[in-house]
């Protein structure tokens, strides 16, 4: 049978606290007054504070997370220029062999094309999140390569790949005088070249999305 409900009756809350989540196999009358509790509840919410008073407050919170996304792309901003890397003279045509042998030159790498180079460490905590990230770009068919910093021989180098499902191809910066010479500050650092130029670059954890649309932005402008 069905429950009345005595909306000034305070044993509603009671049945509410006792009968948060009823069992719908077992759905006794307890658990139909509970739930008629909480349908009065969200209707006497929705008389209190009509249509007008709800979008007002929902601008507000919109404008507040407006100004809190602002304020934190010009945080980002701010703190990617102090930590700018500065792209050595004749760089792009240096020849760089990767731990698989293979040769390339960050010229060739990024001719006519957007690139990216990654500088990450085996022992950074972040570039656990950001290799993954930088794994998709790669799978992507955007030119990838990593500057495993610091990480070991290049042995220890494809063993960590291989542990972590990585695949993009890595110069070994074992001594990091190419991250010095760079003057990397922090990392993960990622750089965005075009023809073996430095277009953009950001450092700390970056999102997938964040990082294509970066890319994008440069093949446009770079």
Request: hydrophobic residues 40%.
């Amino acid at each position: 049978m069905l429950v009345k409900l005595n909306v000034k009756n305070l044993v509603c809350a009671k049945h509410v606290a006792q009968n948060n989540s009823p069992n719908v196999n077992t759905f006794s009358e307890s658990n139909q007054k509970a739930l008629l509790c909480k349908a009065f509840f969200i209707y006497k919410t929705i008389i209190q504070y009509p249509p007008q008073y709800m979008m007002k407050t929902l601008l507000h919170y919109a404008k507040s997370l407006l100004q809190a996304v602002i304020i934190f792309i010009l945080l980002s901003l701010i703190v990617d220029w102090v930590r700018k890397p500065n792209q050595p003279l004749q760089s792009a045509a240096q020849t760089i062999t990767l731990t698989d042998g293979q040769t390339t030159s960050l010229q060739s790498f990024s001719q006519n094309r957007v690139a990216v180079v990654y500088f990450w460490g085996s022992w950074c905590r972040i570039c656990s999140y950001t290799s993954s990230t930088i794994e998709k770009l790669h799978q992507d068919n955007i030119p990838t390569l990593g500057v495993a910093l610091r990480s070991g021989s290049d042995t220890d180098i494809a063993h960590h790949m291989q542990e972590n499902n990585l695949s993009f191809p890595n110069f070994n910066d074992s001594d990091g005088l190419m991250a010095q010479k760079w003057n990397i500050a922090v990392t993960p650092t990622i750089i965005i070249l075009k023809d073996g130029k430095m277009i953009h670059h950001t450092s700390g954890l970056s999102s997938y999305i964040g990082l294509k649309i970066r890319i994008y932005l440069a093949d446009i402008f770079g």
